[in-house]
């Protein structure tokens, strides 16, 4: 009976989502749809490799690496100190009762800001950064840099927050200081975690680099945009070849990782 | 370092404020130097009261002096200082899994230690005579270099000792250190403990399981029952019926092997949830 129930409540809550963002997935088989669509799919095969195209995309493909792992790091950077702050675990005060009045503001402040980096989206970042830098990688990168921090310092609390804290809770206890207590109890707990969120986020970093460079933040994203404005579906799938290639390359060096400090 | 307890009630922080306190208007004075054995039936607040002393939780009645000092009326740092002179050894080891053996002792240098040089020492482990020594001490030398997954519970159990021992603490509170351990093992334990701390005059508080440990190695042994202090004398005048007195009802912790270990309630953890 409860079952039945709660199938049709879900339901009755998903049915106005479903209005709401006018999923009708009909429309795919509507040969108006089909033809063009199916014409830009065919123009796929083959994927373009002339020497000089690919040279070309290589230098992109380089550029879009260098734009996500530059990225990346000052978003570690940033995230960093924002997770050590607002980790709950590393707080003395915390330890017995209520944390104190100063750091449980700062813990605030901190996920406050957490919060604003995160919440603007990196495409947002990119079009403001490109008026301000101009066209081109750096604003691909501060961007990144931006949303990232957000995102890395809120997931690093959390994944320190989530696990076993009672080796860390045991060296505050005995007076070790709170970075002393997260190098020798937090970071030994948890780094394999950390490890492969962060190389899973610079995967990200290297998809988002390719939808930032449509708005002219450079990369291999750029070079797609002008061959999609031309339907160039071959040049397309060559650079989609790539995707995949350096995504299958994150996933790799995240498997080796957790391995070698498993 | 000398500690006192006056009229002192202790409850569980994870425990509903309405609750009875787990130790109820303990009033106990530890001497410099001094060796105390603390027994008691599963419940009876032994854990509680090693927290109550180790600053680990605030009393909620009655005052604690450490060192004539009330570590709750002090400010936070130096309250940070004084449980820098102390070393509390929580029942089951606080090893993180993955790190090495040297490193989990070691850390129980990290009060005295800036964070450069503790830094320093992760790559570098500074002090590794030191750490051999303290481990030999427990029969684990041989582990120095083995990472704490590796060890089997008894042998945790002792890393954890040792850290206690690498720790130039001048009080050591330890929470049942024999419940992994065989009995020469056990025995090993406890006269390395005590040795240790009658070496740097350092005051030891052990709760036990084993009965007759605790009147063999220790001088004075406190019986808890109930949260209450049910007897605290030199342990030549334990007799049999104040032992029977403590474990009415639960005869068979006193005569039995040793029981289970307590499981240590861990407030439940907030699912995690990574947005991806």
Known sequence: ?262 | MKATLNTVDARHPAARQDAAPAIRTISLTFEQGEQVAVIGASGSGKTTLLHAIACALKPSAGTLTLANQNPWAVSGRALQAIRGQLFLAPQTPPLPPRQRVVTSVLAGRLPHQSLWASLRSLFYPSGITEAETALAHFDVADKLFERVDRLSGGERQRVGLARALASDASLYLVDEPLSALDPTRAQLAISSLTTAAKERGATLVCTLHQVDTALASFPRVIGLRDGLVAFDVPSAEVTRDMLHALYANKLNELNGPAPAPETIEQPSQPAVMHCR
């Not at chain 1, 129930?5 to 009909?26: D, G, I, R």
């Not at chain 1, 990144?144 to 690093?156: E, F, H, Q, R, S």
């Not at chain 1, 927050?161 to 030994?188: C, D, M």
């Open chain 1, 1 to 262: 009976m409860g079952r039945l129930f709660w199938s049709l409540a879900a339901l009755v809550v998903a049915w106005p989502m479903l209005v709401a963002t006018e999923f009708k997935p009909w429309v795919f088989f509507e040969p108006s749809s089909m033809k063009p669509t199916l014409k830009f799919l065919s123009d796929f095969v083959p994927p373009k490799v002339e020497p000089s195209f690919l040279a070309l995309v290589a230098k992109e493909t380089w550029r879009t690496v260098a734009i996500a792992t530059a990225g990346i790091a000052i978003a570690f950077v940033i995230a960093v100190p924002l997770a050590l702050v607002s980790v709950r675990v590393l707080s003395i005060s915390a330890l017995t009762g209520r944390m104190n009045a100063l750091p449980a503001s700062v813990r605030y402040a901190a996920r406050a800001l957490a919060i604003l980096l995160r919440s603007v989206p990196e495409l947002i970042w990119a079009l403001v950064f490109v008026r301000v830098v101009g066209l081109g990688p750096t604003a691909g990168v501060l961007a990144i840099a931006l949303t990232y921090g957000g995102m890395l310092g809120k997931v690093y609390a959390e994944i320190l927050e989530s696990g076993e804290t009672h080796a860390t809770a045991s060296l505050l206890r005995n007076g070790s200081g709170r970075l002393q207590a997260f190098f020798y109890g937090l970071l030994p707990q948890n780094a394999a975690e950390l490890t492969s969120y962060t190389v899973y986020r610079w995967e990200c970093a290297i998809r988002s680099s390719a939808v930032l460079g449509f708005v002219g933040a450079g990369g291999l994203g750029q070079q797609m945009d002008t061959s999609m404005k031309m339907f160039n579906g071959s040049e397309v799938a060559t650079m989609l070849l790539v995707f995949i290639a350096l995504v299958w390359l994150a996933d790799y060096a995240s498997a080796w990782l957790r391995r070698t400090l498993a």
